[in-house]
């Protein structure tokens, strides 16, 4: 009777036992998931990261080729005014000639 009590508490450790393994198992399936989903977590934040710091790049990108249109138009404006001046300068010196032989 003794022996057939020690191999029921035996088989009761066993099963206790089996159950701790089980909820282990189960415990680590939910903790992996969790992971998983962390590491989805993670990933779509840097991508949005990502995504925001291209974002600023082209509005740097577009303020700077405004600033460089602008420049453009500068440079043109002052072609313009040279190639007045040149010419108003040519202009003198045609009267300045003409002044010193009627003179």
Do not use: F, P, Y
Not at 14 to 34: F, G, I, M
Not at 61 to 70: D, G, K, W
Not at 81 to 98: E, H, I, K, W
């Amino acid at each position: 009777d003794a022996m057939l009590e020690e191999q029921d508490s035996i088989k009761q450790e066993r099963d206790t036992w089996q159950q701790e393994v089980r909820a282990l198992a189960e415990r680590q399936r939910v903790l992996e998931k969790q992971n998983e989903e962390l590491r989805a977590v993670i990933k779509a934040s840097e991508a949005g990261a990502v995504r925001e710091e291209m974002c600023a790049m082209r509005q740097e990108t577009c303020s700077v080729e405004h600033n460089l249109t602008a420049l453009q138009a500068a440079v043109c404006e002052l072609r313009a005014g040279l190639t007045m001046c040149t010419s108003t300068c040519a202009d003198l010196q045609v009267v300045v000639g003409t002044t010193e032989r009627v003179a």
